[in-house]
Nanobody, 123 residues
């Protein structure tokens, strides 16, 4: 199965933008639904966004609709999360995940996880 490595996190000011990347190796992501999750300090990991294999349909958590955009480039074996107008409440560790199934928004459905990248947004 694939291995996933996230990058692009950092410390930014409220209102700034970041683009996270998730690079896969050891296989093609075209067979997986790809998702992004985040975990804020002291909170459980929560679904953020997901994108289907080849039709590129997307699903977002209500908290990030209109603010975040998930895309994928199967040729580059990479998934992206564009985050705009960042707020302090967007702070957390962001994880990339892949699943063979079709349950987009549930962490238990994902088969492979990256180690995460830290995003810190200060006011």
């Amino acid at each position: 199965q694939v291995q996933l490595v996230e990058s692009g996190g950092g410390s930014v000011q409220a209102g700034d933008s970041l683009r996270l990347s998730c690079a896969a190796s050891g296989g093609s992501i075209s067979t997986y639904i790809m998702g992004w999750f985040r975990q804020a300090p002291g909170k459980e990991r929560e679904f953020t966004a997901a994108i289907t294999r080849t039709t590129f349909n997307t699903l977002y958590a209500d908290s990030v609709k209109g603010q975040f955009t998930v895309t994928r480039d199967n040729a580059k074996n990479t998934v992206y999360l564009q985050m705009n107008s960042l707020k302090p409440e967007d702070t957390g560790v962001y994880y990339c995940a892949a699943q063979f199934g079709n349950i987009w928004g549930k962490s238990y459905a994902y088969d492979v996880w990256g180690r995460g990248t830290q995003v810190t947004v200060s006011s």
